[in-house]
Antibody
């Protein structure tokens, strides 16, 4: 069964740090790009970060750039999100999501087809 | 960044109704548009990718259309399990994915 399982969430004070993990199983993790997506309480979905299959290409949302670091360990089938200088507005459920795609004619279309159940991060004093 | 705007933000409908949700991009994104369904306390689920392709296992009552800046998600005959929040997402800009604000579909 294709599965993603997040862990590492919890309560942290403003300015603190947290490291999220996402364990992948049931597919060849090293062949897929991965994302982190978050959802603040009662709000919509916000893409946070992307990492290529090799880890050589990384992107961040402006809201987390310079504070969060995405990484992966293909030998351990794991994705990570190091979160530093946390703010109250970072409070959210954090999901890891597999980035897949399909080639149609000359175009390659990307989509997030497998999601974990999420891990909750609360930033509060 | 490409902005995605959904309408309406919320919608009340009855079982059996035909429902359409609209998503508009701030610039042309060709067919790089995906739709997701999310139920309370659950992770999002991919419904439609590349604007009109149905994800495996998704019922055929769901369909997507559009290209450029205007897109629609249609549910041909609402079922009780379809009451949820729906999000569009652009994948044209691979360095910054963006979602619409969501459309909450409620039972009338």
């Amino acid at each position: 069964e294709v599965q993603l399982v997040e862990s590492g969430g919890g309560l942290v004070q403003p300015g603190g740090s947290l490291r999220l993990s996402c364990a992948a199983s049931g597919f060849t993790f090293s062949s897929y790009e991965m994302n982190w997506v978050r959802q603040a309480p009662g709000k919509g979905l916000e893409w946070v970060s992307y990492i290529s299959s090799s880890g050589s290409t990384i992107y961040y949302a402006d809201s987390v750039k310079g504070r969060f670091t995405i990484s992966r360990d293909n030998a351990k089938n794991s994705l990570y999100l190091q979160m530093n200088s946390l703010r109250a507005e970072d409070t959210a459920v954090y999901y890891c999501a597999r980035d897949s795609g399909i080639s149609v004619a000359v175009n390659y279309y990307y989509y997030m087809d497998v999601w974990g159940k999420g891990t909750t991060v609360t930033v509060s004093s | 960044d490409i902005q995605m705007t959904q309408s309406p933000s919320s919608l009340s409908a009855s079982v059996g109704d035909r429902v359409t949700i609209t998503c508009r991009a701030s610039q042309s994104i060709s067919s790089y548009l995906n739709w997701y369904q999310q139920k309370p306390g659950k992770a999002p689920k991919l419904l439609i990718y590349a604007a009109s392709s149905l994800q495996s296992g998704v019922p055929s009552r769901f369909s997507g259309s559009g290209s450029g800046t205007d897109f629609t998600l249609t549910i041909s005959s609402l079922q009780p399990e379809d009451f949820a929040t729906y999000y569009c997402q652009q994948s044209y800009s691979t360095s910054v994915y963006t979602f619409g604000q969501g459309t909450k579909l409620e039972i009338k």
